[in-house]
């Protein structure tokens, strides 16, 4: 499974911004997806994750309420919707897939695509 996000860009806060994270191969679709973030000067951390049918879904409490996780499994894409957009939302946001679908923010994900900056000023 290969993976690409893309959708970055510079924003204001308060503004919203869509990800897409396009998955290659027939198997994407039966994979759990989740989103990360990583700011200058800070460990990567998770931000969401989707089941590979979208029935299960989970989000850092520092997203929960502003950001959206779905997908669209017959385009093979995950996206991430993000709303009230804040400066501290500011990173690279990269997406990963594993087989199975985990809630835990530690959990291994074998599979990772390059990242896509957001900016978000004040």
């Known amino acids: 499974v290969q993976l690409q996000a893309f959708g970055g860009g510079l924003v204001q806060a308060g503004d919203s911004l869509r990800l897409s994270c396009a998955g290659s191969g027939r198997t994407f679709s039966s994979y759990a997806t989740g989103w990360f973030r990583q700011a200058p000067g800070k460990e990567r951390e998770f931000v969401a994750v989707i089941s590979w049918s979208g029935a299960s879904t989970y989000y850092a409490d520092s997203v929960k309420g502003r950001f959206t996780i779905s997908r669209d499994n017959a385009k093979n894409t995950v996206y991430l919707q993000m709303n009230s957009l804040k400066p501290e939302d500011t990173a690279v946001y990269y997406c990963?897939?594993?087989?199975?679908?985990?809630?835990?923010?530690?959990?291994?994900?074998?599979?990772w695509g390059k990242g896509t900056l957001v900016t978000v000023s004040s």
């Open positions: 990963a897939a594993r087989t199975s679908y985990s809630s835990s923010p530690q959990a291994l994900y074998a599979h």
